[in-house]
C-alpha cells in the first residue's frame, strides 16, 4: 500500500533528524499547539514540493537517475557541512 509505505519511509527518515530535534527545541521553549501546526505546515509544504518535483523528473528521468542524483547531492550537504565545521 502506498499511504503505509510512505508513512513508514517519512516517519523513520525523519526520526533522529536535525528538524525533528529542532521541532523537540521548540516545543520545549514554546507553544506545543503553535510547534504542533508549523511543524505540519512546514513539513507539508516540503512534502508538496518533493512530489510535485518527482513527478516532474519521473517525466524526463528514471528511478534510478533521481536516486543516484539525490544521493550525489546528499553527499555534496555533508562535505559542506564538513567543511563548516571545520572552518
Known amino acids: 500500500n502506498t499511504i503505509i509505505s510512505t ?10 533528524d ?3 530535534f529542532s521541532t523537540i527545541a ?8 503553535g510547534v504542533i501546526a508549523g511543524a505540519l505546515a512546514g513539513h ?5 514540493l518533493a512530489v510535485l518535483g518527482g513527478s516532474l523528473l519521473g517525466n524526463f528521468l528514471s528511478e ?3 536516486a543516484y542524483v539525490g544521493g550525489v547531492l546528499f553527499l555534496v550537504f555533508a562535505a559542506v557541512t564538513v ?5
Not at 7 to 16: H, I, P
Not at 26 to 33: E, G, K
Not at 44 to 48: C, F, I, N, V
Open 7 to 16: 508513512f513508514a519511509l517519512v516517519f523513520v527518515a525523519e526520526w533522529g
Open 18 to 20: 536535525k528538524s525533528f
Open 26 to 33: 521548540l516545543a520545549a521553549a514554546s507553544s506545543p499547539l
Open 44 to 48: 507539508g509544504a516540503a512534502t508538496l
Open 64 to 66: 534510478k537517475a533521481i
Open 83 to 87: 567543511a563548516e565545521i571545520i572552518t
